[in-house]
Protein backbone atom coordinates (compact mmCIF):
# COMPACT_ATOMS: atom_id res chain seq x y z
CA UNK A 1 0.00 0.00 0.00
CA UNK A 2 1.45 3.50 -0.97
CA UNK A 3 1.83 6.02 1.51
CA UNK A 4 -1.30 7.79 2.83
CA UNK A 5 -1.96 11.89 3.04
CA UNK A 6 -4.01 13.76 5.69
CA UNK A 7 -4.30 17.25 4.90
CA UNK A 8 -4.16 20.19 7.33
CA UNK A 9 -4.65 22.70 5.52
CA UNK A 10 -8.00 23.79 6.95
CA UNK A 11 -6.81 23.57 10.19
CA UNK A 12 -3.72 23.39 11.22
CA UNK A 13 -1.88 25.23 8.74
CA UNK A 14 -3.78 28.19 9.37
CA UNK A 15 -3.49 27.47 12.83
CA UNK A 16 0.31 27.74 12.61
CA UNK A 17 0.44 30.42 10.06
CA UNK A 18 -2.47 33.08 10.71
CA UNK A 19 -3.39 32.34 14.09
CA UNK A 20 -6.33 30.16 13.30
CA UNK A 21 -8.32 32.57 11.38
CA UNK A 22 -9.52 31.41 7.99
CA UNK A 23 -13.43 31.45 8.26
CA UNK A 24 -15.57 28.47 7.08
CA UNK A 25 -17.01 30.72 4.59
CA UNK A 26 -13.23 30.27 2.79
CA UNK A 27 -13.70 26.28 3.23
CA UNK A 28 -16.93 25.45 2.02
CA UNK A 29 -15.92 26.24 -1.50
CA UNK A 30 -12.89 23.77 -1.89
CA UNK A 31 -14.59 21.26 0.20
CA UNK A 32 -15.90 18.93 -2.53
CA UNK A 33 -12.89 18.80 -4.68
CA UNK A 34 -10.61 18.41 -1.57
CA UNK A 35 -13.11 15.06 -1.24
CA UNK A 36 -12.27 14.14 -4.65
CA UNK A 37 -8.24 13.39 -4.20
CA UNK A 38 -8.55 10.60 -2.12
CA UNK A 39 -6.59 12.04 1.04
CA UNK A 40 -6.56 9.07 4.25
CA UNK A 41 -8.37 12.20 6.38
CA UNK A 42 -9.11 15.86 6.23
CA UNK A 43 -7.76 17.05 9.40
CA UNK A 44 -10.63 20.09 9.86
CA UNK A 45 -10.88 20.84 13.43
CA UNK A 46 -10.19 20.84 17.11
CA UNK A 47 -7.00 22.24 18.48
CA UNK A 48 -7.59 26.27 18.47
CA UNK A 49 -10.75 26.09 16.06
CA UNK A 50 -13.06 26.19 18.57
CA UNK A 51 -11.62 28.58 21.36
CA UNK A 52 -11.01 30.67 18.10
CA UNK A 53 -14.37 30.29 16.51
CA UNK A 54 -15.92 31.98 19.13
CA UNK A 55 -13.38 34.20 20.27
CA UNK A 56 -12.90 36.17 17.20
CA UNK A 57 -14.98 34.71 14.27
CA UNK A 58 -18.19 35.06 15.70
CA UNK A 59 -18.92 31.73 14.38
CA UNK A 60 -20.45 28.11 16.17
CA UNK A 61 -17.53 25.46 16.04
CA UNK A 62 -20.00 22.80 15.39
CA UNK A 63 -21.57 24.08 12.71
CA UNK A 64 -18.28 24.35 10.58
CA UNK A 65 -18.07 20.87 11.46
CA UNK A 66 -21.43 20.37 10.19
CA UNK A 67 -21.22 21.94 6.97
CA UNK A 68 -17.87 20.60 6.17
CA UNK A 69 -19.42 17.22 6.88
CA UNK A 70 -22.13 17.95 4.22
CA UNK A 71 -20.03 18.20 1.55
CA UNK A 72 -17.02 16.04 2.44
CA UNK A 73 -18.91 12.98 2.02
CA UNK A 74 -16.16 10.37 1.44
CA UNK A 75 -13.65 11.17 2.88
CA UNK A 76 -12.65 10.92 6.91
CA UNK A 77 -12.51 14.01 8.88
CA UNK A 78 -10.14 14.42 11.53
CA UNK A 79 -10.13 16.59 14.95
CA UNK A 80 -7.00 16.97 17.46
CA UNK A 81 -8.27 16.37 20.67
CA UNK A 82 -6.20 17.69 23.84
CA UNK A 83 -7.04 14.04 25.64
CA UNK A 84 -8.81 15.40 28.97
CA UNK A 85 -8.55 19.28 28.09
CA UNK A 86 -10.77 18.62 25.36
CA UNK A 87 -10.32 21.48 23.02
CA UNK A 88 -9.78 24.06 26.45
CA UNK A 89 -7.05 24.95 28.49
CA UNK A 90 -7.58 22.77 31.30
CA UNK A 91 -8.73 19.39 32.48
CA UNK A 92 -12.64 18.49 32.28
CA UNK A 93 -14.32 16.22 34.44
CA UNK A 94 -14.82 12.36 32.33
CA UNK A 95 -18.71 12.91 31.94
CA UNK A 96 -17.77 16.24 29.79
CA UNK A 97 -15.03 14.21 28.20
CA UNK A 98 -17.85 11.46 27.43
CA UNK A 99 -20.62 14.42 25.91
CA UNK A 100 -18.24 15.71 24.06
CA UNK A 101 -16.68 13.14 21.86
CA UNK A 102 -20.17 11.81 21.54
CA UNK A 103 -21.49 15.26 20.11
CA UNK A 104 -18.25 15.63 17.84
CA UNK A 105 -18.72 12.03 16.17
CA UNK A 106 -22.71 12.53 16.03
CA UNK A 107 -21.61 16.18 14.27
CA UNK A 108 -18.97 14.46 11.65
CA UNK A 109 -15.62 13.81 12.88
CA UNK A 110 -14.29 10.33 12.03
CA UNK A 111 -10.97 10.50 13.42
CA UNK A 112 -9.57 11.22 16.59
CA UNK A 113 -5.88 12.58 17.08
CA UNK A 114 -5.04 12.50 20.55
CA UNK A 115 -2.68 13.85 22.87
CA UNK A 116 -2.08 15.08 26.48
CA UNK A 117 0.59 17.83 26.40
CA UNK A 118 2.81 16.21 29.10
CA UNK A 119 2.42 12.65 27.02
CA UNK A 120 1.08 11.34 30.66
CA UNK A 121 -0.87 8.45 29.23
CA UNK A 122 -3.44 8.61 31.81
CA UNK A 123 -4.94 11.46 30.64
CA UNK A 124 -5.72 10.37 27.02
CA UNK A 125 -6.80 6.83 28.17
CA UNK A 126 -10.59 7.41 28.18
CA UNK A 127 -10.72 9.84 25.43
CA UNK A 128 -9.16 7.40 23.39
CA UNK A 129 -11.60 4.64 25.01
CA UNK A 130 -14.81 7.01 23.76
CA UNK A 131 -13.34 7.30 20.87
CA UNK A 132 -13.76 3.80 20.34
CA UNK A 133 -17.00 3.09 21.62
CA UNK A 134 -17.96 5.42 19.25
CA UNK A 135 -16.91 3.80 15.86
CA UNK A 136 -14.67 6.21 15.60
CA UNK A 137 -11.09 6.20 14.61
CA UNK A 138 -8.60 6.80 17.28
CA UNK A 139 -5.04 8.05 16.70
CA UNK A 140 -2.75 8.32 19.51
CA UNK A 141 -0.38 11.13 19.33
CA UNK A 142 3.00 11.11 21.24
CA UNK A 143 4.40 14.79 21.58
CA UNK A 144 7.71 14.60 20.18
CA UNK A 145 10.07 17.47 22.00
CA UNK A 146 13.81 17.39 22.64
CA UNK A 147 15.61 17.93 26.59
CA UNK A 148 17.86 16.09 28.38
CA UNK A 149 14.99 13.83 29.32
CA UNK A 150 13.57 12.42 26.34
CA UNK A 151 14.60 9.80 24.44
CA UNK A 152 13.44 7.53 21.25
CA UNK A 153 13.35 4.81 23.75
CA UNK A 154 11.10 6.48 26.25
CA UNK A 155 8.58 8.15 23.13
CA UNK A 156 8.86 4.27 21.56
CA UNK A 157 7.36 2.83 24.71
CA UNK A 158 4.65 6.10 25.05
CA UNK A 159 3.51 4.21 21.42
CA UNK A 160 3.59 0.36 22.38
CA UNK A 161 0.94 2.05 25.70
CA UNK A 162 -1.06 3.55 23.12
CA UNK A 163 -1.48 0.56 20.81
CA UNK A 164 -2.70 -1.13 24.61
CA UNK A 165 -5.20 1.39 24.88
CA UNK A 166 -6.85 0.08 21.27
CA UNK A 167 -5.24 3.05 19.38
CA UNK A 168 -5.66 2.74 15.59
CA UNK A 169 -2.45 4.36 14.75
CA UNK A 170 0.05 6.27 16.15
CA UNK A 171 1.21 9.79 14.89
CA UNK A 172 4.51 11.14 16.04
CA UNK A 173 3.45 14.46 16.89
CA UNK A 174 7.01 16.94 16.12
CA UNK A 175 4.31 20.14 16.82
CA UNK A 176 7.45 22.87 16.74
CA UNK A 177 9.27 21.20 13.63
CA UNK A 178 12.20 19.73 16.25
CA UNK A 179 12.90 16.50 14.59
CA UNK A 180 15.89 15.71 12.36
CA UNK A 181 15.61 13.35 9.54
CA UNK A 182 18.22 10.88 11.68
CA UNK A 183 15.97 10.85 14.76
CA UNK A 184 12.63 10.73 12.55
CA UNK A 185 14.05 7.22 11.10
CA UNK A 186 15.08 5.98 14.54
CA UNK A 187 12.21 6.73 16.22
CA UNK A 188 10.04 5.33 13.06
CA UNK A 189 12.34 2.27 13.90
CA UNK A 190 11.81 1.97 17.83
CA UNK A 191 8.35 2.59 17.17
CA UNK A 192 7.58 -0.01 14.53
CA UNK A 193 9.14 -2.64 16.40
CA UNK A 194 7.11 -2.02 19.11
CA UNK A 195 3.37 -1.52 17.33
CA UNK A 196 1.33 -3.26 14.75
CA UNK A 197 -0.53 -0.61 13.94
CA UNK A 198 0.05 2.49 10.91
CA UNK A 199 2.53 5.63 12.28
CA UNK A 200 1.82 8.56 11.17
CA UNK A 201 4.50 11.70 10.89
CA UNK A 202 3.63 14.78 11.48
CA UNK A 203 6.20 17.51 11.62
CA UNK A 204 5.92 21.47 10.93
CA UNK A 205 8.94 23.26 8.41
CA UNK A 206 9.68 25.45 11.48
CA UNK A 207 13.64 24.90 11.80
CA UNK A 208 13.51 23.82 7.82
CA UNK A 209 14.37 20.06 8.32
CA UNK A 210 10.49 19.02 8.00
CA UNK A 211 10.91 17.81 4.10
CA UNK A 212 14.06 15.92 4.78
CA UNK A 213 12.11 14.40 7.83
CA UNK A 214 9.11 13.20 6.21
CA UNK A 215 11.74 11.65 3.40
CA UNK A 216 13.76 9.75 6.30
CA UNK A 217 10.39 8.91 8.10
CA UNK A 218 9.16 7.41 5.06
CA UNK A 219 12.11 5.47 4.13
CA UNK A 220 12.10 4.20 8.19
CA UNK A 221 8.38 2.23 7.61
CA UNK A 222 6.24 5.35 8.10
CA UNK A 223 2.11 5.12 7.01
CA UNK A 224 0.92 8.55 6.70
CA UNK A 225 2.23 12.10 6.29
CA UNK A 226 0.37 15.09 7.45
CA UNK A 227 0.00 17.29 4.77
CA UNK A 228 -0.73 21.47 4.28
CA UNK A 229 -1.53 23.05 0.60
CA UNK A 230 2.02 25.20 -0.51
CA UNK A 231 0.02 28.75 -0.17
CA UNK A 232 -0.56 27.33 3.65
CA UNK A 233 2.60 25.10 3.95
CA UNK A 234 5.97 25.71 4.85
CA UNK A 235 7.32 27.96 7.47
CA UNK A 236 5.55 27.19 10.58
CA UNK A 237 2.87 25.26 9.19
CA UNK A 238 3.35 21.68 7.35
CA UNK A 239 5.28 20.47 4.72
CA UNK A 240 3.77 21.14 1.14
CA UNK A 241 0.81 18.60 -0.28
CA UNK A 242 1.85 18.88 -3.61
CA UNK A 243 5.33 18.24 -2.95
CA UNK A 244 5.18 15.43 -1.00
CA UNK A 245 2.83 13.50 -3.48
CA UNK A 246 5.13 14.40 -6.02
CA UNK A 247 8.45 13.28 -4.21
CA UNK A 248 6.81 10.06 -4.04
CA UNK A 249 5.75 9.63 -7.37
CA UNK A 250 6.74 6.24 -9.22
CA UNK A 251 8.36 4.83 -6.08
CA UNK A 252 7.31 1.81 -3.88
CA UNK A 253 6.00 5.03 -1.83
CA UNK A 254 3.54 6.42 -4.41
CA UNK A 255 0.41 8.10 -2.88
CA UNK A 256 -1.52 7.65 -5.85
CA UNK A 257 -2.76 11.32 -5.65
CA UNK A 258 -3.55 13.24 -9.16
CA UNK A 259 -1.18 15.74 -9.28
CA UNK A 260 -2.78 17.67 -11.23
CA UNK A 261 -6.25 17.63 -9.18
CA UNK A 262 -3.67 18.96 -5.68
CA UNK A 263 -2.34 21.67 -8.67
CA UNK A 264 -5.85 23.06 -9.26
CA UNK A 265 -6.99 23.04 -5.20
CA UNK A 266 -3.81 24.42 -4.77
CA UNK A 267 -4.61 27.76 -7.27
CA UNK A 268 -7.27 28.58 -5.01
CA UNK A 269 -5.34 28.44 -1.95
CA UNK A 270 -2.95 30.63 -3.54
CA UNK A 271 -5.49 32.93 -4.19
CA UNK A 272 -7.33 32.73 -0.23
CA UNK A 273 -3.59 33.34 1.00
CA UNK A 274 -3.46 37.05 -1.14
CA UNK A 275 -6.95 37.83 0.85
CA UNK A 276 -5.22 36.65 4.02
CA UNK A 277 -2.07 38.37 3.32
CA UNK A 278 -2.19 40.72 5.94
CA UNK A 279 -2.34 38.40 8.69
CA UNK A 280 0.88 36.14 7.68
CA UNK A 281 4.04 37.30 9.67
CA UNK A 282 7.63 36.91 8.22
CA UNK A 283 8.73 35.21 11.19
CA UNK A 284 6.25 32.12 10.80
CA UNK A 285 6.37 32.26 6.75
CA UNK A 286 10.17 31.43 6.81
CA UNK A 287 12.12 28.58 8.85
CA UNK A 288 14.53 29.36 11.67
CA UNK A 289 16.42 27.51 13.66
CA UNK A 290 16.26 29.17 16.78
CA UNK A 291 13.19 27.34 17.09
CA UNK A 292 15.42 24.39 18.01
CA UNK A 293 16.14 26.46 21.31
CA UNK A 294 12.59 28.47 22.12
CA UNK A 295 10.58 25.08 20.81
CA UNK A 296 7.65 27.32 20.29
CA UNK A 297 5.23 26.05 17.79
CA UNK A 298 3.90 28.07 15.18
CA UNK A 299 0.16 28.29 16.38
CA UNK A 300 1.21 29.47 19.48
CA UNK A 301 3.67 31.50 18.18
CA UNK A 302 1.63 34.17 16.12
CA UNK A 303 -0.81 33.60 18.58
CA UNK A 304 2.11 35.19 21.39
CA UNK A 305 2.75 37.92 18.84
CA UNK A 306 -1.02 39.00 18.53
CA UNK A 307 -1.38 38.40 22.66
CA UNK A 308 1.70 40.39 23.01
CA UNK A 309 0.35 43.24 20.10
CA UNK A 310 -3.00 43.39 22.12
CA UNK A 311 -1.04 43.63 25.57
CA UNK A 312 0.84 46.54 23.53
CA UNK A 313 4.17 44.88 24.80
CA UNK A 314 5.57 42.93 21.02
CA UNK A 315 8.93 44.87 21.93
CA UNK A 316 9.81 42.53 24.20
CA UNK A 317 9.20 39.60 22.18
CA UNK A 318 13.06 38.97 22.15
CA UNK A 319 13.32 38.91 26.05
CA UNK A 320 10.20 36.35 26.05
CA UNK A 321 11.42 34.23 23.61
CA UNK A 322 14.61 34.13 25.86
CA UNK A 323 12.47 33.28 28.99
CA UNK A 324 10.94 30.57 27.55
CA UNK A 325 13.58 27.96 27.43
CA UNK A 326 13.81 28.68 31.09
CA UNK A 327 10.65 28.66 32.48
CA UNK A 328 10.06 24.94 30.59
CA UNK A 329 13.64 23.52 32.36
CA UNK A 330 11.45 24.59 35.96
CA UNK A 331 8.48 22.70 34.38
CA UNK A 332 10.25 19.47 33.75
CA UNK A 333 11.11 20.10 30.12
CA UNK A 334 7.30 19.58 29.25
CA UNK A 335 6.47 19.48 25.19
CA UNK A 336 5.35 22.97 24.14
CA UNK A 337 1.68 21.99 23.48
CA UNK A 338 -1.21 23.33 24.22
CA UNK A 339 -2.62 24.20 26.97
CA UNK A 340 0.78 23.41 28.40
CA UNK A 341 2.49 25.88 25.68
CA UNK A 342 -0.05 28.63 27.04
CA UNK A 343 0.89 28.19 30.20
CA UNK A 344 4.90 28.21 29.87
CA UNK A 345 4.25 31.18 27.36
CA UNK A 346 2.29 33.30 29.64
CA UNK A 347 4.62 32.79 32.55
CA UNK A 348 7.25 33.90 30.76
CA UNK A 349 6.05 36.85 29.31
CA UNK A 350 4.67 37.44 33.01
CA UNK A 351 8.19 36.91 33.98
CA UNK A 352 9.63 39.46 31.87
CA UNK A 353 7.08 42.03 32.70
CA UNK A 354 7.70 41.95 36.64
CA UNK A 355 10.87 42.89 38.32
CA UNK A 356 10.87 39.18 39.84
CA UNK A 357 10.53 35.74 38.00
CA UNK A 358 7.65 34.48 39.62
CA UNK A 359 6.40 37.09 41.62
CA UNK A 360 2.98 37.36 39.73
CA UNK A 361 2.30 33.60 38.61
CA UNK A 362 -1.16 32.32 37.24
CA UNK A 363 -3.57 29.89 38.56
CA UNK A 364 -2.67 27.48 35.82
CA UNK A 365 1.20 27.66 36.81
CA UNK A 366 0.33 26.62 40.08
CA UNK A 367 -2.05 23.55 39.69
CA UNK A 368 0.65 22.62 36.82
CA UNK A 369 3.06 22.25 40.25
CA UNK A 370 0.23 20.79 41.78
CA UNK A 371 0.28 17.77 39.51
CA UNK A 372 -3.15 19.10 38.19
CA UNK A 373 -2.01 18.58 34.72
CA UNK A 374 -0.37 15.28 35.02
CA UNK A 375 3.07 13.97 35.56
CA UNK A 376 5.71 16.48 34.17
CA UNK A 377 8.07 14.35 31.80
CA UNK A 378 10.89 15.15 34.79
CA UNK A 379 11.89 16.84 37.78
CA UNK A 380 10.49 20.53 38.41
CA UNK A 381 12.72 23.31 39.78
CA UNK A 382 12.05 22.73 43.66
CA UNK A 383 12.99 26.04 44.45
CA UNK A 384 10.54 27.46 41.68
CA UNK A 385 8.03 25.12 43.04
CA UNK A 386 8.41 26.07 46.53
CA UNK A 387 8.78 29.76 45.87
CA UNK A 388 4.87 29.22 43.65
CA UNK A 389 3.05 26.55 45.98
CA UNK A 390 4.94 26.45 49.08
CA UNK A 391 4.78 23.52 50.86
CA UNK A 392 1.71 22.25 49.29
CA UNK A 393 1.90 18.40 47.96
CA UNK A 394 1.39 17.53 44.03
CA UNK A 395 -1.71 15.15 43.63
CA UNK A 396 -0.57 11.49 42.79
CA UNK A 397 -3.71 10.65 41.04
CA UNK A 398 -4.75 11.45 37.49
CA UNK A 399 -5.86 14.66 37.64
CA UNK A 400 -9.50 13.83 36.26
CA UNK A 401 -10.15 11.70 39.10
CA UNK A 402 -10.14 14.46 41.42
CA UNK A 403 -12.51 16.05 39.31
CA UNK A 404 -16.26 16.03 40.14
CA UNK A 405 -18.97 15.29 37.86
CA UNK A 406 -19.81 18.52 36.14
CA UNK A 407 -22.04 17.72 33.03
CA UNK A 408 -25.26 17.91 35.43
CA UNK A 409 -23.75 21.05 37.06
CA UNK A 410 -23.14 22.52 33.83
CA UNK A 411 -26.70 21.08 32.40
CA UNK A 412 -28.68 23.19 34.95
CA UNK A 413 -26.33 26.20 35.34
CA UNK A 414 -27.12 26.26 31.43
CA UNK A 415 -30.69 25.70 31.16
CA UNK A 416 -31.15 28.27 33.70
CA UNK A 417 -29.63 30.78 31.31
CA UNK A 418 -31.95 30.18 28.50
CA UNK A 419 -30.30 30.97 25.46
CA UNK A 420 -28.45 27.40 24.92
CA UNK A 421 -30.11 26.00 22.27
CA UNK A 422 -29.07 22.04 21.81
CA UNK A 423 -27.12 19.98 23.24
CA UNK A 424 -23.81 21.14 21.16
CA UNK A 425 -24.25 24.65 22.71
CA UNK A 426 -24.76 23.01 26.74
CA UNK A 427 -21.12 21.40 25.59
CA UNK A 428 -19.59 24.71 24.52
CA UNK A 429 -20.56 26.25 27.25
CA UNK A 430 -19.40 23.74 29.70
CA UNK A 431 -15.93 24.55 27.81
CA UNK A 432 -15.73 28.17 27.56
CA UNK A 433 -18.70 29.23 29.93
CA UNK A 434 -17.57 33.07 29.86
CA UNK A 435 -17.61 32.56 25.82
CA UNK A 436 -20.12 30.95 25.07
CA UNK A 437 -23.06 32.94 26.52
CA UNK A 438 -21.50 35.90 25.13
CA UNK A 439 -21.81 34.17 21.75
CA UNK A 440 -25.02 33.11 21.86
CA UNK A 441 -26.73 35.93 23.30
CA UNK A 442 -25.05 37.68 19.95
CA UNK A 443 -22.68 40.03 21.98
CA UNK A 444 -19.34 38.73 20.08
CA UNK A 445 -18.30 40.24 16.23
CA UNK A 446 -16.36 38.65 13.67
CA UNK A 447 -12.85 40.54 14.25
CA UNK A 448 -12.59 42.45 10.74
CA UNK A 449 -10.05 41.64 8.67
CA UNK A 450 -6.60 44.16 8.09
CA UNK A 451 -7.06 45.60 4.81
CA UNK A 452 -4.21 45.25 2.79
CA UNK A 453 -3.30 48.75 2.01
CA UNK A 454 -3.56 49.50 5.49
CA UNK A 455 -1.09 46.67 6.39
CA UNK A 456 1.39 47.41 3.68
CA UNK A 457 1.42 51.37 4.35
CA UNK A 458 4.19 51.65 7.56
CA UNK A 459 5.13 55.12 6.50
CA UNK A 460 3.66 56.64 9.32
CA UNK A 461 5.12 60.10 10.61
CA UNK A 462 6.90 59.79 14.00
CA UNK A 463 3.94 62.25 15.07
CA UNK A 464 1.71 59.29 14.55
CA UNK A 465 3.72 56.38 16.12
CA UNK A 466 3.19 55.46 19.65
CA UNK A 467 4.68 57.49 21.85
CA UNK A 468 6.28 55.41 25.21
CA UNK A 469 6.11 57.08 28.81
CA UNK A 470 7.08 55.26 31.74
CA UNK A 471 4.59 56.53 34.66
CA UNK A 472 5.69 55.89 39.00
CA UNK A 473 2.60 54.85 40.75
CA UNK A 474 3.13 54.17 44.45
CA UNK A 475 6.88 52.76 43.48
CA UNK A 476 6.06 50.84 40.95
CA UNK A 477 6.76 51.66 37.37
CA UNK A 478 4.17 51.36 34.62
CA UNK A 479 5.47 51.40 30.96
CA UNK A 480 2.42 53.41 29.13
CA UNK A 481 2.51 53.39 25.43
CA UNK A 482 0.15 56.06 24.15
CA UNK A 483 -1.10 55.70 20.46
CA UNK A 484 -2.76 58.25 17.97
CA UNK A 485 -4.50 60.27 17.98
CA UNK A 486 -1.76 61.78 20.36
CA UNK A 487 -4.27 64.59 22.03
CA UNK A 488 -7.17 62.26 22.62
CA UNK A 489 -4.74 59.70 23.54
CA UNK A 490 -2.71 61.63 26.28
CA UNK A 491 -6.24 62.83 27.48
CA UNK A 492 -7.32 59.70 28.13
CA UNK A 493 -4.10 57.98 29.70
CA UNK A 494 -3.11 61.29 31.98
CA UNK A 495 -7.13 60.09 33.81
CA UNK A 496 -5.87 57.08 33.40
CA UNK A 497 -2.67 57.98 35.55
CA UNK A 498 -4.62 59.87 37.51
CA UNK A 499 -6.98 57.24 38.55
CA UNK A 500 -4.10 54.98 39.08
CA UNK A 501 -2.01 57.31 42.15
CA UNK A 502 -5.63 57.94 43.76
CA UNK A 503 -5.09 56.04 46.93
CA UNK A 504 -6.39 52.26 47.22
CA UNK A 505 -6.96 51.88 43.75
CA UNK A 506 -7.10 48.66 42.48
CA UNK A 507 -5.23 48.36 38.85
CA UNK A 508 -6.03 45.69 36.02
CA UNK A 509 -2.25 44.12 35.33
CA UNK A 510 -2.81 43.24 32.53
CA UNK A 511 -5.32 44.10 29.45
CA UNK A 512 -8.46 41.05 29.20
CA UNK A 513 -11.53 40.10 30.38
CA UNK A 514 -13.15 40.30 33.85
CA UNK A 515 -14.17 36.56 34.89
CA UNK A 516 -14.84 36.59 38.41
CA UNK A 517 -15.75 39.89 41.10
CA UNK A 518 -14.66 38.09 43.93
CA UNK A 519 -15.90 40.75 46.25
CA UNK A 520 -18.68 43.22 47.28
CA UNK A 521 -18.75 47.09 48.02
CA UNK A 522 -18.70 47.19 52.20
CA UNK A 523 -16.75 44.02 52.21
CA UNK A 524 -13.63 44.12 54.18
CA UNK A 525 -10.23 42.79 52.07
CA UNK A 526 -7.00 42.07 53.49
CA UNK A 527 -3.74 42.59 51.80
CA UNK A 528 -3.31 40.11 48.85
CA UNK A 529 -7.07 38.99 48.84
CA UNK A 530 -8.36 38.67 45.73
CA UNK A 531 -10.49 40.98 44.21
CA UNK A 532 -10.99 39.82 40.97
CA UNK A 533 -9.87 36.70 38.12
CA UNK A 534 -8.90 38.08 34.80
CA UNK A 535 -8.75 36.40 31.86
CA UNK A 536 -5.58 37.25 30.33
CA UNK A 537 -3.16 35.69 27.18
CA UNK A 538 -5.58 32.88 28.06
CA UNK A 539 -4.92 32.13 31.74
CA UNK A 540 -6.42 33.24 35.26
CA UNK A 541 -4.62 36.02 36.89
CA UNK A 542 -5.49 36.86 39.99
CA UNK A 543 -6.08 40.75 41.15
CA UNK A 544 -5.04 41.25 44.79
CA UNK A 545 -5.29 43.78 47.27
CA UNK A 546 -2.49 45.74 47.92
CA UNK A 547 -3.68 46.14 51.25
CA UNK A 548 -5.72 45.94 54.30
CA UNK A 549 -9.32 47.67 53.81
CA UNK A 550 -12.94 47.98 52.79
CA UNK A 551 -14.04 47.53 49.36
CA UNK A 552 -14.86 51.20 48.64
CA UNK A 553 -16.09 51.02 44.73
CA UNK A 554 -15.87 48.59 41.80
CA UNK A 555 -15.97 49.57 38.78
CA UNK A 556 -15.97 46.85 36.66
CA UNK A 557 -18.29 43.92 35.91
CA UNK A 558 -18.10 40.30 34.88
CA UNK A 559 -17.23 39.67 31.39
CA UNK A 560 -16.36 43.30 30.52
CA UNK A 561 -12.83 44.18 28.76
CA UNK A 562 -10.37 45.94 30.95
CA UNK A 563 -6.87 47.78 29.91
CA UNK A 564 -3.57 47.10 31.74
CA UNK A 565 -3.27 49.96 34.30
CA UNK A 566 -7.40 50.32 33.96
CA UNK A 567 -8.69 50.98 38.05
CA UNK A 568 -11.15 47.79 38.91
CA UNK A 569 -11.74 49.00 42.31
CA UNK A 570 -10.80 51.14 45.42
CA UNK A 571 -10.08 49.69 48.74
CA UNK A 572 -9.60 52.35 51.55
MN1 LIG B 1 0.77 20.55 14.27
Not at 387 to 411: C, H, M, N, Q, Y
Request: charged residues 25%; hydrophobic residues 40%; contains cysteine.
Amino acid sequence: MGLLITDSTLRDAHQSLIATRMRTRDMLPIAEMLDKVGFFALDVWGGATFDVCLRFLNEDPWLRLRDLKEKVKNTRLQMVLRGQNLVGYRHYSDDVVREFICLAVKNGVDVFSIYDALNDMRNVKLAIEVAKDQGAFAQGAICYTTSPVHTVEKFAEMARTLQSFGCDSICIKDLAGLISPWTASELVKAIKKRVSIPVALHSHCSSGMAHMGYHAGVLAGVDILDTAFSAFGGGASLPPTEGVVAAFRDTPFDTGLDLDLLYEIGEYFVALSRKYGPLFTTELIHPSVDVLTHQIPGGMFSNLVNQLREQNILDRLGEVMEEIPRVRADLGYPPLAAPVSQLVVTQAVLNVLSAKRYKRVTEELKNYFLGYYGRPPSDVNEEVKKFVVGDRKPIEARPAELIASEWELTRYAGQKLGVLRDEEDFVTYALFPQLAVRFLRGELEEEAMPDILEAADSSASPLESPVELSVDVDGEVFNVKVSPPLGKALEVEQTRVAKKISRGAIVSPLRGMVLRIEVEVGEKVKKGGVIAVIEALKMENKVSATHTGVVREIFMREGQRVGAGDVLGVVD
